[in-house]
């Protein structure tokens, strides 16, 4: 994988770094990193998104096997991976996170059969 050199941003050792930090994170070899990224090897941006978000989930999940399940589950909604391709970065932590913790519960939906407190019930009621 060769960055760009004329990028003013980010040079060719500190994409070369990030490229080693996320495949230490993940396991993955360079070709793996490269279809994550897709022909925009070279753009600094989403080098840095995608280590961000896997720094993140790296630290949550503990492990690179950890984090590979994490990334690869597919839960009917679509795999971790899929959203880091395609750049949805929210999107894609939010659902490895899950596949780490277990789904988040909803806010301020009560569980069966116990009510809400007057303070978060609806005017009027």
């Known amino acids: 994988?060769?960055?760009?050199?004329?990028?003013?941003?980010?040079?060719e050792q500190s994409l070369t770094a990030l490229s080693h930090e996320i495949?230490?994170?993940?396991?993955?070899s360079e070709p793996e990193l490269l279809r994550v990224l897709g022909r925009?090897?070279?753009d600094v941006a989403r080098f840095v998104a995608l280590h961000g978000v896997l720094a993140r989930l790296g630290r949550v999940a503990?492990?690179?096997?950890a984090l590979a399940t994490a990334l690869s589950t597919d839960d009917g909604a679509g795999a971790a991976i899929g959203m880091l391709r395609a750049q949805q970065w929210s999107r894609a932590f939010t659902t490895a996170l899950d596949h780490l913790h277990g789904p988040r519960?909803?806010?301020?939906?009560?569980?069966p059969g116990r009510e809400l407190p007057a303070a978060t019930r609806a005017l009027g009621d």
């Open 105 to 111: 519960p909803e806010m301020v939906v009560p569980e």
């Open 23 to 28: 495949r230490d994170l993940t396991g993955w």
């Open 62 to 65: 503990g492990d690179q096997q």
């Open 40 to 42: 925009s090897c070279g």
């Open 1 to 11: 994988m060769t960055p760009r050199r004329s990028d003013p941003v980010c040079g």
